[in-house]
């Protein structure tokens, strides 16, 4: 089907194809897919001049999504069929929600979460002709109780503006909820969860804002918009969290024991700095305090004939070491490195990464979380104090000859970025492939810078 239009000015044509519309133009041509387009706005007058808003895809290095438009002139019965025509395909080739309901974390990162959903999130949602329902939170654990009691039926997904922690309390209420539904044992982590029906949306509005990175390949505001509004949706694992057969919580990013634990524990302690505790802490915990060690046992699962990263050879799918360690983290995706071009990647397979810190230099240790901003397999494999795998679960736990001083700490964990407290320094961690569904069109590698 086409249509003669002027665009800036000049004479155009416009063809509806089936999977794209084509803007012909002096010397170029245009196309623009269907779940790239936001809205054909109306225009006015007897030879009216819309404007088209749609999507436009930047992929490497920065893998953002911006919105632009191009002005297109119409006579009156023109534009009726133009937006009729782009309205039908919208609806036909693509998934696009058509109400979602947006929980906001105001108090997050720099403060900045209302403001965001009012200039930004609200405004892109409304021009893509998304309905949207908004609940600011007013109270703590206020995520919890909006999981736990909005009607979900009502919507096509959830937008959750926030960091990590939000989306953890969300998450971890939305995926109780879920498999009590189902009827399953939450302790049991032999149990295959049942997978939730409703789709996700993340928004950086907090301090870390980890995932957002990985699921969309950067931390820009008006990139996770978009991934929203093109409707596509990506399936995601998590990581069941288990303390003497009984479940403390879901990871949707990262986990972690010892170190990360403690430093968790201050940034929320000096809360009252804002945003400048996130250089206060650190520098309190490589120039000042004193870093703490464990005596453990910890079980590793590998998937059958698939090589790990440890520097050791010949090792079985399960191996129990015993280590002196100072810090284990476990991040819930099978993650890419930076110095690998994505055709280097491998498959992905159901796995996460593990690293696990044995005693170090404080120099060293500093120079390590500088170099790990960016994940290279190069620094890993030339640092000796950490040990990298791949695993399909991990059993830890602490022995008895370790300072009685320390057992309070010892009896402390760290789901994305929230303490739990623990009743005995044993934990288990597994991987439970594709629990949900998030919003997001990303195809580039998986990283969290």
């Known amino acids: 089907m086409d249509f003669s239009v002027t665009v800036s000015g000049n004479a155009s044509t416009l063809i509806i194809e089936e999977e794209y519309i084509a803007i012909n133009e002096k010397e170029t041509q245009r196309q623009i897919i269907y779940e790239n387009i936001l809205r054909l706005e109306n225009g006015s007058g007897g030879r009216r001049t819309s404007r088209l808003y749609y999507i436009q895809d930047y992929p490497f290095p920065d893998y953002r999504l ?3 438009y191009v ?3 119409a006579d009156e019965e023109t534009h009726v069929q133009l937006q009729k025509s782009i309205s039908e395909k919208i609806k036909i080739a693509t998934a696009r929600p058509r109400k979602l309901a947006v929980f ?3 108090i997050g990162g720099q ?12 405004p892109i949602l409304t021009l893509a002709g998304i309905e949207v329902n908004v609940t600011v939170s007013e109270k703590s654990g206020h995520g919890k109780e909006f999981a736990e009691t909005y009607d979900f039926k009502s919507v096509d997904g959830l ?9 953890s309390e969300i998450f971890n209420a939305l995926m109780r909820k879920t498999q009590s539904s189902a009827g399953l044992d939450l302790n049991d982590h032999n149990t295959t969860l049942q997978k939730m029906e409703l789709t996700i949306g993340i928004i950086p509005a907090g301090t870390g804002n980890g995932l957002v990175s990985i699921l969309h390949g950067c931390k820009d505001v008006l990139t996770s918009t978009l991934h929203i509004v093109k409707g596509r949706r990506k399936c995601c694992n998590v990581t069941g969290n288990y303390n003497d057969g009984d479940l403390i919580g879901y990871g949707v990013f990262i986990a972690a024991y010892g170190l990360f634990v403690d430093f968790a524990d201050d940034v929320h302690r000096f809360r009252w700095l804002r945003i400048f505790r996130i250089i206060a802490v650190p ?8 870093i703490r060690e464990i005596n453990v046992d910890i079980t590793y699962e590998f998937l059958d004939g698939i090589l790990h990263h440890s520097k050791e050879d010949n090792i079985d799918c399960q191996v129990k070491q015993k280590k002196r360690l100072i810090n284990v983290m476990a991040f819930t995706y099978d993650l890419d490195f930076e110095d690998y071009t994505k055709e280097k990647q491998r498959e992905k397979n159901d ?8 005693p170090c230099s404080r120099f060293d240790l500093i120079k390590h979380f500088y170099n790990l901003v960016n994940l290279t397999k190069e620094h890993l494999d030339s640092v000796n104090f950490i040990t990298h795998n791949k695993v399909t679960s991990f059993n830890l736990e602490v022995t008895e000859d370790n300072n009685p001083s320390e057992q309070e700490q010892n009896l402390r964990y760290n789901i994305d970025g929230e303490i739990y407290s623990i009743k005995t320094p044993n934990l288990f961690v597994k991987l439970h492939p594709r629990c949900y569904n998030v919003y997001s069109s990303y195809t580039g590698p998986l990283r969290w810078s």
């Open 159 to 167: 937008v959750i503006l926030g960091g990590d922690g939000t989306i």
């Open 66 to 68: 911006t919105k632009e």
């Open 351 to 358: 796995q996460f990464d593990l690293l696990d810190y044995t």
């Open 104 to 106: 906001v974390n105001p």
């Open 111 to 122: 403060r900045r979460g209302k403001q965001i959903c009012d200039e930004v999130v609200v």
């Open 71 to 73: 002005d297109i002139g």
């Open 283 to 290: 520098f309190y915990y490589m120039f000042l305090k004193s």
